[in-house]
């Protein structure tokens, strides 16, 4: 077994159905799935998941966005999983991404820019907690 991190599609890539295309770039990476759901964040559990961020001042168009429409959060594990899913999605900005990233592939702005990656391994375990239960993530139940 490997590291976890979570990987959520944002509302942008889902509306515009890149859901599939992510997704096999994620695959493509020697990522494997172990949890996966699409769901519809409320302002008040888009503030949640995004508190830490909550003195800045993108905070309330970070809320807006990730709770105007479906978003898909996954489970992904794999050895340095979070540093290596980081380099896979690229700059949070998709102009300053690397060639061959999901952000540079898919994202049209720094705030709509498709997919979120946990930034350690710390706050993987908080984010996959915040979107899975244990049931949900049990080796012999998914």
Do not use: W
């Not at 990730?66 to 794999?78: D, N, Q």
């Not at 102009?95 to 709509?112: C, M, P, V, Y």
């Not at 375990?125 to 979107?131: K, R, Y």
């Amino acid at each position: 077994m490997g590291n976890r991190t979570l990987a959520i599609i944002k509302p942008d890539a889902v509306k515009k159905n890149l859901i599939g295309q992510i997704i096999k770039k994620i695959n493509e990476a020697g990522f494997n799935i172990k949890a996966m759901k699409m769901v519809r964040l409320n302002k008040d559990s888009a503030g949640g998941f995004y508190e830490v961020h909550k003195e800045r001042p993108f905070f309330n168009n970070l809320v807006e966005f990730m709770s105007s429409g479906p978003c898909v959060p996954i489970v992904l594990e794999k050895d340095n999983a979070v540093a290596d899913f980081r380099t896979l999605i690229g700059a949070t900005d998709p102009a300053q991404a690397d060639n061959g990233t999901i952000r540079k592939l898919f994202a049209e702005s720094k705030s709509e820019n498709v997919i979120h990656g946990s930034d350690s391994d710390e706050n993987a375990a908080l984010e996959i907690s915040h979107f899975f239960s244990r049931k949900e993530l049990l080796e012999n139940y998914i």
